[in-house]
């Protein structure tokens, strides 16, 4: 079985970046208002995340490291009414069968912690400890046991950037949370989690950006969309300025960035990308999140009807304010 979650470890984590993608998504869907990340030498040595969240409680702990092992549905039916970023119960066996892992954690029902030391899968040591209520997992030794991977790791700058990248994603997707990320004991990002999509994005790019964004808000009977569309003309960067959210999960969406674009078509000449930080609000039943192992592509039922209400919507948006 540990060799299955090894292999099965290549889907789930490709990189250091993959770890702290499926670690922060279970810090947020632990119910956390505050996260801390800690990377050292793009997280080839060391990444540790903090949160604030609701804990495993010590009986539930050595569970969480099984393959399949979810809190976050009981039965098949769960599926269609999704919103937590989890649901395969295949990040932490993944990980921690190709890492060293520590893991801290407290409920606020109990009055003591958990400390647990696993290792290539093995549970190496479990006692009580005393802990604040949440989850601190620290992995060392990324693909210790796995030399193949190990040798594609990228350098550290590489990595580094894959993680602040993601960081941003998340931070943007989840404007409630605090995100707190140190990288080689220097601050790179300290978001308000005021629960303002723009006093992230303002933390993440600087106030420039916010000047030029224009607002959407609109609720229909496929889609809910909130957020913020802007030209890229205006704020020259070749960042990556498109940021598409469904259910909170950030998604590669070629029919959302599709309308955008035609919504665009005829008011404002568009050379590069146009920016968008766009959250959707989705019935789960009517996509399907299940298409892709780490989650970025979605299905959608209604994919021709959404595609044409989005484009129309963000069109009138633009066309109601003064470019
Ligand atoms: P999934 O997120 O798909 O359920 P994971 O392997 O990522 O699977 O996590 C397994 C389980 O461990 C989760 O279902 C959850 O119950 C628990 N868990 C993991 N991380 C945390 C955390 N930071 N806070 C609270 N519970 C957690
Ligand atoms: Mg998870």
Not at 46 to 51: A, G, H, N, P, S
Not at 180 to 206: C, H
Request: proline content about 3%; hydrophobic content about 35%; some cysteine.
């Amino acid at each position: 079985d540990l060799t299955i979650n090894k292999i099965a470890a290549g889907e789930v984590v490709e990189r250091p970046s993959s770890v702290v993608k499926e670690l922060i998504e279970n810090s947020v869907d632990a119910g956390s208002t505050k996260v801390v990340i800690d990377i050292q030498d793009g997280g080839k040595k060391l990444i540790r995340i903090t949160d604030n969240g609701c804990g495993i409680a010590s009986s539930e702990v050595d569970k969480s490291f099984l393959r399949h092992a979810t809190s976050k549905i009981k039965n098949i039916d769960d599926l269609y009414d999704l919103y937590s970023l989890g649901f395969r119960g295949e990040a932490l066996a993944s990980i921690s069968a190709v890492s060293k892992l520590e893991m801290i954690t407290k409920t606020k029902d109990e009055p003591i912690g958990t400390k647990v030391i696993v290792e290539g899968g093995h549970i190496i040591s479990k006692e009580p400890v005393g802990a604040h209520n949440g989850t601190t997992i620290i992995i060392k030794d990324i693909f210790f046991n796995t030399p193949a991977r190990q040798k594609f790791l990228k350098s550290t700058h590489a990595e580094t950037i894959n993680i602040s990248d993601l960081i941003n994603k998340l931070a943007i997707g989840n404007p409630h949370v605090q995100f707190k990320y140190v990288n080689n004991n220097k601050s790179m990002l300290t978001t308000p989690g005021d629960n303002k999509l723009l006093s992230v994005i303002r933390s993440i790019y600087g106030k420039e950006i916010c000047e030029n964004l224009i607002e959407v808000n609109y609720e229909c009977k496929y889609f809910k969309i909130s957020g913020y569309i802007g030209n890229n003309n205006i704020y020259r960067s070749n960042k990556n300025l498109q940021h598409v959210y469904i259910n909170k999960r950030f998604v590669k969406s070629k029919i959302v960035l599709d309308a955008i674009s035609e919504a665009y078509k005829g008011i404002i000449p568009i050379n590069k990308h146009s920016i968008c930080f766009i959250q959707l609000t989705i019935n789960p039943a009517n996509i399907d999140v299940n298409i892709h192992p780490t989650k970025l592509e979605v299905k959608f039922e209604n994919e021709k009807e959404m595609y044409i209400e989005l484009r129309d919507i963000l069109r009138k948006t633009l066309l109601s304010v003064s470019l």
